[in-house]
């Protein structure tokens, strides 16, 4: 008796998605740094939440999702502002106008895919704009080589624990759409749009990779 095969399911057809492609060029190492050790595994979870977790049907956890992202974006691009407009009042009270050349400066090429994409690669250059602020400070010696490093070293750990957060979110609403049956869909929407069958794992308050730069000294650190 001949077997008989179970007829293949027909392959589901690649959608096509609205992107943008944006090219900036990024000065500071720190900035650099974020773009090296975070952007890639960010964007992909922002791109499952947009897409991959609203595919499977889950239009309601997304939007407060999204919500939630937006807001820790915007809180952290709040905190870059401020601190940038402190900086810049001291560098006017200094009569400070030079900005700095940088001897390695890198090309970002950003595909912008969702909204809360967008949101972060903006996030990402205010970092480099207050750090080229903050450089312009230390090599007119207004601020110290210490105090400089130790604020260098925050902003950049600030974008990327709020990367690992996003991370991490995006995790958690990929179980629980895995627990409430939707496993195979997501594995299928995930590899039609190029992403692992799984999210990527982090810890929240995981550290960024480099070390801080080289001229930090001994000693408590304080405000500028």
């Known amino acids: ?111 912008i895919a969702s909204p809360q994409i967008a949101q972060f690669v903006e996030l990402i250059r205010l970092l480099d704009q207050l750090m080229m602020v903050m450089d312009s400070l230390w090599l007119c010696q207004v601020i110290d080589n210490k105090h400089c490093v130790d604020a260098r070293y925050h902003w950049q750990q600030r974008l990327q624990r709020l990367a690992n957060r996003i991370v991490t979110i995006e995790r958690q609403a990929h179980r629980e759409a895995y627990a409430q049956g939707h496993g195979e869909e997501l594995r299928l929407a995930r590899q039609e749009s190029g992403l692992q069958d799984e999210p990527d794992t982090v810890t929240e308050d995981e550290s960024v990779i480099d070390e801080p730069d080289s001229l930090q000294t001994t000693g408590s650190g304080g405000s500028i």
């Open 1 to 111: 008796m001949a077997e008989t095969s179970a007829p293949n399911k027909p392959a589901r057809t690649a959608i096509s998605r609205p992107v943008f492609e944006r090219t900036f060029k990024i000065n500071s190492e720190q900035a650099i740094r974020v773009i090296r050790n975070s952007y890639e595994r960010l964007i992909r979870s922002l791109y499952a939440i947009d897409v991959i977790l609203r595919i499977v049907g889950q239009e309601q956890a997304v939007d407060e999702i999204e919500a939630i992202v937006s807001m820790m974006i915007t809180e952290c691009a709040e905190q870059l502002q401020q601190e940038k407009a402190r900086l810049e009042k001291l560098k006017t009270d200094n009569g400070i106008a030079e900005i700095p050349t940088y001897t390695h400066p890198s090309e970002f090429v950003a595909r």
